[in-house]
DNA sequence: GCAAGTTTTGTCAACCTTGCCAAAATAGTG
DNA sequence: CACTATTTTGGCAAGGTTGACAAAACTTGC
């Protein structure tokens, strides 16, 4: 499929589609509201929609997404030797979070996909960021992806940590930004073995 | 929707359908067989195929799945003091693997499926077997789940770890039994700080 | 403004997936 | 065997998703 994302046309169609499907979420829920509604709504056919998103639910990943490539460059640019974990520390910390639409987002999310579905968008943008994470690393020297054991591993522990500290994040009470770092701060420094968490592993 | 799992008739349609259903992926290929074709073979209607089975992929992934009911007994099954990551080992060592049908299954995967479709299927299973590591870390102390950040990030990097390794091997040259246990070893090993592997996360 | 080339959109058809309800098969009981 | 409760299946309809091809809109160079 070939995705339109060039000229200022496309450009007003998508977000005609995004505001259409959002005022839709919101009003009557995300599955009572049919791909073919929205389309309607931002005055286009079905099949431009799919044009636009790869499915309905993408809709509620789009900022996921958006983040993700914001935090590709950030990681790039860091310091060549600072320490990979330092690295996702600074640019986490860095990041412009909106928490508003976030918690919308997260709302929409809660109340309206099928888990199956949200569990696993939410563990492919994880995936992804631990590839920028591993790509970072470097030391992939250049071979096919994934091909080194350690990378890969080192990669994904941090990316699960960043992640089960948003996750944890979204399901708490306390949504501001200082428990998010608190919490971000907490899972990376378990895996650094600092003097806190240190031997995190060996736990019964 | 209602699964059926219960008698001996459903157990045979379902038995047929798998049978039907490999025949087909290795005769013509996983996205040039229609689900109705399976079922047709299988002499039952396309309804029931959607009984059986969540989707036409899902065929690909059932060996995954009961190898993960088995890991959760057999992890069950390890003494309580042991620590989390022998536990692992052992249980993972333990298991039966059938090398030629995990061959089988992996270049159907790789030739027929789009890639988003069968990375987020492997996620997955992951994230599942991460859930059952959680669960017999036991810190979890009946709250809702993932109440407690350690033992999630623990169990994500283990699973991490062990598919990270699993991966590698299905990738590399040397599908023997022995490089997988290296591999898995190698990787659980990093995440304990072996001698080796200290430090990981400091990598550049 | 016009012709040629590129990008975006619409139409159509096929297949995937699921909820709902009723028919058929099966199991259990007396 | 007859009766009833449970389980499995089929049929249908609605909606999700995608490939193929043509029409429409836009860009560019003249």
């Not at 709302?107 to 960021?129: K, S």
């Not at 920028?132 to 941090?158: D, F, M």
Request: some cysteine.
């Amino acid at each position: 499929m070939v995705r339109p994302a060039h000229t200022v046309r496309s450009e007003r169609t998508r977000e005609a589609l995004r505001r259409a499907a959002l005022a839709r979420f919101v009003a009557q829920g995300v599955e009572d509201t049919s791909a073919e509604q929205i389309a309607a709504d931002a005055g286009v056919s079905l099949r431009t929609f799919y044009r636009h998103f790869t499915s309905k639910h993408d809709l509620l990943f789009a900022d996921y997404d958006a983040g993700l490539h914001w935090f590709r460059r950030a990681l790039a640019a860091r310091p060549k030797g600072e320490p990979i974990i330092e690295s996702v520390r600074a640019a986490i910390f860095a990041f412009p979070y909106d928490v508003q639409a976030i918690t919308q987002i997260a709302a929409l999310r809660a109340g309206a996909l099928d888990p199956g579905r949200i569990v696993g968008h939410i563990r492919q943008v994880e995936a992804d960021f631990g590839e920028a994470v591993a790509e970072r690393l470097g030391i992939r020297t250049g071979a096919a992806p994934g091909t080194s054991l350690a990378v890969t591993v080192t990669a994904r522990c941090i990316a699960a940590a960043v992640f089960g500290a948003m996750e944890l994040w979204m399901l708490g009470n306390d949504r501001s930004l200082a428990e998010l770092a608190r919490l971000c701060n907490a899972a990376l420094s378990a895996l650094e073995g600092g003097p806190d968490d240190a031997g995190m592993f060996r736990h019964d």
